[in-house]
């Protein structure tokens, strides 16, 4: 059991349509995705009594249904202002993601001293494809310094958690 799990799921899409720019780019993503059924499966494997999970546009009323069936209620929809983003079919550019913070009851608590001093609305320009913004981790660090953590679907280490995920060598604390 981890007190917070934060989980990135690899949701099921694939890239926009050839470009000029770019034409010999695939449409396949350049990392294995997988299902809902398997999202849901892997995350019912990690028993936790908050759960902050990523979700784009495409996918953010079933990643809050897949946290309902594991009996999460919705506490916040945070906003990651990726301060540029993709424009598919060259309409609106899609600039942010999702961070959903999900909780078991009883919520637990917060450091005391980080009570109302972020706003849902983090900004961190985006770096690389599905990396996900430092500021996040910090975040969550700094709400829950002494509880126990883990990432799902991770593509590092970072020191104090536990990693899952197959881009990692090794599933540590």
Not at 101 to 115: G, N
Not at 140 to 161: D, M, S
């Amino acid at each position: 059991m981890y007190d917070v799990i934060y989980a990135d799921p690899p949701w099921k899409q694939t890239k926009g349509g050839k470009r000029n720019v770019r034409k010999n780019q695939g449409r396949e993503l350049d990392y294995p995705v997988i299902s809902l059924g398997e999202i849901e499966k892997i995350l019912k494997g990690f028993d936790g009594q908050t759960l902050f999970m990523w979700a784009i546009d495409k996918y953010l009323i079933e990643a809050h249904e897949i946290a309902n069936r594991l009996g999460y209620k919705l506490h916040a929809r945070l906003i990651w202002d990726k301060q540029n983003g993709v424009a598919p079919a060259f309409t609106v550019r899609y600039s942010h993601e999702y961070l959903l913070w999900f909780y078991k009851s009883p919520m637990a608590k917060i450091a005391k001293d980080m009570r109302g001093k972020l706003t849902t609305v983090m900004r961190e320009k985006a770096t690389k494809h599905s990396k996900k913004p430092e500021c996040a981790y910090r975040m969550i660090e700094r709400f829950y310094p002494q509880e126990t953590k883990v990432e799902l679907f991770a593509r590092n280490t970072r020191e104090g958690w536990d990693s899952w995920g197959n881009e990692i060598t090794a599933n540590t604390r």
